[in-house]
């Protein structure tokens, strides 16, 4: 069986083989796994194979290819094989990888301090002072505990011998480590067996020290800035995004969420008296740690780039005076230049008093005239790239230059030789994959990984693991996920079983609990509220639909009620379907003191024809780019892109499924499929509903979302009431409410045809129907009250008199059709609907503090 599975295994040749040795036997530490997947059938791997990609895409695990269509909603690609390290090897690994991050930080410290390396010689002043990347106005920052680096991230590449060999250094942003945490979690649910037999250690214990180790120099920031914390209080840790289109932001979120940190944009924060501040609901909350993705330059737009709108001005004095603590420390983008990496083992000597343990692929820095002339003389050999990564130039390979390119890469090394950094070109090694299409599924890719490590008060200690890189394109002798490439989960095996790490206990008293979430930003806070609207949008919208397909497909032109008219009126209104005649639809729209016979014979009612009306909402239910149904999914997947730290895993699940069902429909569906695909985003929206009421904690975030969606609510039913109430007494009412999701209760409960006062009841007064209208007024009444504890008065009086109002009907004298007064008193209440929204967003959406509130905040 095992002859059979690797009989179409090809591994390139004059590469390192992770799979085979040299006698092209497994080694040692791949024998369990490849016993394993012998005994599978090929229908098992396509299930796991199936598995990983519905948990990838159900999970929402996102990475943003800029050139792809798919954009923010592109899956990461994730094989279903790790790359498996003996414990041995890691070992060695591991004490290079803390080498070399202690290295690193102290040039950093050295570079942005006294500077003694460039007096040495051991570093050309030219190398620094020439960066881009070399911020003078962090020259002189003091770091607590003399750590800059606090997280560390290198790219290994292994050379045919089986030498290990650093690329590149990844030091001011690191990206990769929540993807790697990602993997193990979808690959521990493909083989769970295989990880506890081969002893593979476990991630969790990195990201709990990471998190403890900047809790502890965040306490001491607290302290420089004159509050120190109290007894067991925690520093106030946030990760700062630069927003939802940067291509990692789904690993940025996930570490939030798996963190306990509050993912935060730059227009979150605010400077004060040299203190970073979190704008939040209850005020501005003093920020100790910023866990920072915002690459140096945008982080501050007053003293580095003044037209970024992702950073916080006066960011860079706050850092300077020691009132919070970054990491990585600014500036620190100047150790990615490759252009080091030649000067590495010299300052390893010098600092460290050691060789380098692991040695960079060999790299010439083209600012000497010697080093210049040498990658000239050997061009074919090498891979040009840029010395500053501020210069975004692709990479080139000399080998692949000839002609007028040629002369053209050589003249412009040769008039600005600084800018350029020629590597030796390292043959990849390769590792196994599984592909379905393979023979026997089994192939061979080149594969790099990606190390991380983290500054503890007791020095760097490393994820025994890291993120395995895949090239999954044509050219093996690059890896980038921006080209394309996929990943690996990453197996470091223990010598013992692997146990589980048990974070450090912390003595919690009462004085300490915390009963609703203090750190709830403006910015989050608006999200929450229109990922309520939109999820009850997209209901509105899927259930309009539904019974006007329904009545197309079901109901002869002959024997539709005279409430067909105001169906389709409706439709319009939503602008699901286009009106012929769009001022009489607006004159139609105006329903309180329009008499019966003026709104029946508008001819934006008579205007459209079925066929018109069908091809319409067949393309609403699958176009994005009509109002309908998949552009409204796409609104509220945006909204809910914004809260992924916010929302549970399985929330993520029925969300993606919704949308991954929606994906699938085609452009051109028959009307069966359209009925359907309006049937489960109805289902969908109802489990996404479940999770709001069920799963979410009754916090200040949920009454921002509650409110949302009762707001939606309101606004739509009292529409359509409206609409209801002026069309023909003899219309018939099943479809209303069908659409307002109460005609069960309404059958259940009078067992006979649908008539106007049990109807109105039902959808107007009824106090146990959560689709009637005093239900919602009620329920924005209840968190409105909740808010105005902390907040004083928050809108009620906008509703409450309404509410009384709607009370103080008499069922027998006014629930009637066409009554002007009850139609009058639905649009004032949708009217204060509208208003109070608007007061909402400037009272809560627009966030602004003066000075006094940041003192008194302290």
Known sequence: MLKKLLAGYRAAPNSFD????????????WRAMLASLAKESPQTMRQRLEAVESQIRENGVTYNVYADTKGMQRPWDLNVLPLILPHDEWTGIEAAVVQRATLLNRILGDVYGEQSMLREG???????????????PAHGIKHEGNVALH???????RAPNGQWWVVADRTQAPSGAGYALENRAVIARTFPDQLRDLKVQDLAGFFSRMRDS??????QCAANGGVPLRGSESPLIVLLTPGPYNETYYEQAYLARYLGLPLVEGSDLTVRGGIVWLKTLSGLQRVHVIMRRVDDDFCDPLELRTESALGVAGLTEAVRLGNVLIANSLGSNLLESGALLGFLPALCKRLLGEPLKMPSVATWWCGEPAALEQVLANLDQLVIKSSFPQLRQVSLFGQDLSGEARSALIARMRANPRNYVAQELVRLSQSPVWKASAPTGLNACAVGLRVYACATPGGYVVMPGGLTRVATGPDSRVIAMQRGGSSKDTWVQARAQAGTHR?????TTSKDLIRDDTHLSSRMAENLFWLGRNTERCDNIARLMRITLHVLFNVSPQERGTEWATVKALCAWFQLIETPDKEALQRQSQVSGQSQGQTQSSPAVVGWSDTRIEAALLLAVVSPDVPGLASQQQQLYSTASQLRERLSADNWRALNRMLQRSAKSKAQQTPAEAMSALDEAAASLMTLSGFALDGMTRDLGWSFLSIGRRLERLQFQTLVLQRALAMEADGGLDWLLELSDSIVTYRSRYRAQSEWLPVLDLLLLDSSNPRSVLFQMAGILKSLDKLALSYGSCGETLLLPLKNALLALDPDEDLYCANPALISLLQRINHASVELSQLISARFFSYTASDDQAKGAA
């Open 18 to 29: 992770e799979l085979l040795d040299a006698s092209k036997q497994p080694r040692e530490h």
């Open 122 to 136: 051991l570093l050309p002043p030219a190398l620094i002072h020439g960066h881009a990347g070399f911020l003078r």
């Open 151 to 157: 997280f560390y991230a290198v790219d290994l590449a």
């Open 214 to 219: 900047l809790a502890h120099w965040g306490r």
């Open 503 to 507: 974070p450090h206990s912390r003595t």
